[in-house]
């Protein structure tokens, strides 16, 4: 997320971008696996400091043990891939608005 430039974000757009990298990691995961065969789906994000920001993203898959063949540790970093992604968008999205 380097080069955007907003000022600083309110507490309810940290907790808003935190919301939308949470959802955005969900439905990635959940697009790829049925919700029958996970186990447990942890997902958290985290922003901390204003200017740069730093936002952290963890997903945590565990599934069910009849599932054989399935790269877990590849759909969790896709998952937090695609959720920086949105995070990415909705903060440009911020920076187009505080332009105006």
Do not use: H, W
């Not at 186990?39 to 043990?65: Q, R, W």
């Not at 969790?76 to 995070?87: G, I, P, T």
């Amino acid at each position: 997320m380097e080069g955007l430039e907003i000022s600083e974000l309110s507490t309810e757009q940290v907790e808003e971008v935190c919301a939308i990298a949470e959802e955005t990691a969900r439905k990635y995961v959940l697009s790829k696996i049925s919700q029958k065969k996970i186990e447990a789906l942890n997902i958290s994000a985290e922003a901390e400091g204003a200017m740069p920001m730093m936002l952290t993203i963890d997903v945590d898959v565990a599934l069910s043990p009849s599932i054989k063949d399935f790269d877990v540790q590849t759909l969790a970093d896709e998952a937090v891939k695609e959720a920086f992604l949105s995070a990415e968008t909705y903060l440009r999205k911020l920076t187009c608005r505080s332009k105006r």
